[in-house]
């Protein structure tokens, strides 16, 4: 195993990749990163926000330079929560499959995604009806993550620990920062 391990988790939003993330990096002793928050860090303001006031467009350009940011020149490991739709762009699933080690996709039932989304106002693209979204969304989706994909997850029936540890477990021994 190299001295860094970079895990890049990617899937709809609601997945948990969040949630699963850093209880990842807990048991592996590695740093947490939340792509999503990086970009609203870099430009002062929400998700929601920037896709208001600028587009989608936009937020996948932004989303785009904080991606190679994050993963370039890395010297410590790292588990990255992607970003539902990182991979819509080939440039994002590029730098994702060269730079990772595993690229864990957490793959999810539509219903549980509406389920975890429900009571979260900042998710834009979800404005009308969510699960009509959602399932556009998985299906216009799913062949990139699969493509990207080193390693996939059914959620369904497991707590976010479990799939930490289903994670943590496939990916080795702890290793040092």
């Known amino acids: 195993m190299s001295a860094s391990l970079t895990i890049v ?3 709809l939003m609601g997945s948990g990749k969040t949630t699963v993330g850093k209880r990842v990096a807990r048991l592996l002793n590695c740093e947490f990163i939340d792509l999503d928050d ?7 303001t929400s998700v929601r926000e920037i ?5 989608e467009e936009a937020f996948r350009d932004y ?8 993963l370039s020149n890395r ?11 990182a991979v819509i762009r080939q440039s994002n699933r590029k730098i ?6 595993h690229v864990v996709w957490l793959d999810a039932r539509v ?4 389920n975890r989304t429900q009571s979260n106002s900042g998710r834009p693209l979800l404005d009308g009806d969510p699960r009509a979204v959602l399932a556009a969304l998985m299906d216009a ?3 990139w993550y699969e493509s990207v994909a080193t390693m996939k997850v059914d959620t369904q029936n497991h707590t976010a620990s479990q799939v930490a540890e289903t994670i943590a477990a496939a990916v080795g021994p702890k290793v040092e920062s």
Do not use: M, N, P, Y
Not at 38 to 44: Q, R, Y
Not at 63 to 70: D, F, I, M, N, R
Not at 111 to 114: A, F, K, P, T
């Open 51 to 55: 896709f208001s006031q600028h587009g």
């Open 141 to 143: 989706r799913r062949a």
């Open 111 to 114: 219903d549980d995604l509406v």
């Open 75 to 85: 010297s410590s490991s790292l588990v990255l929560a992607t970003g539902g739709g």
């Open 38 to 44: 990086v970009v609203s860090k870099s430009h002062g």
């Open 9 to 11: 988790l990617v899937g």
């Open 63 to 70: 989303e785009s330079v904080a991606l190679a940011e994050t």
């Open 96 to 101: 994702i499959t060269e730079s990772a080690d």
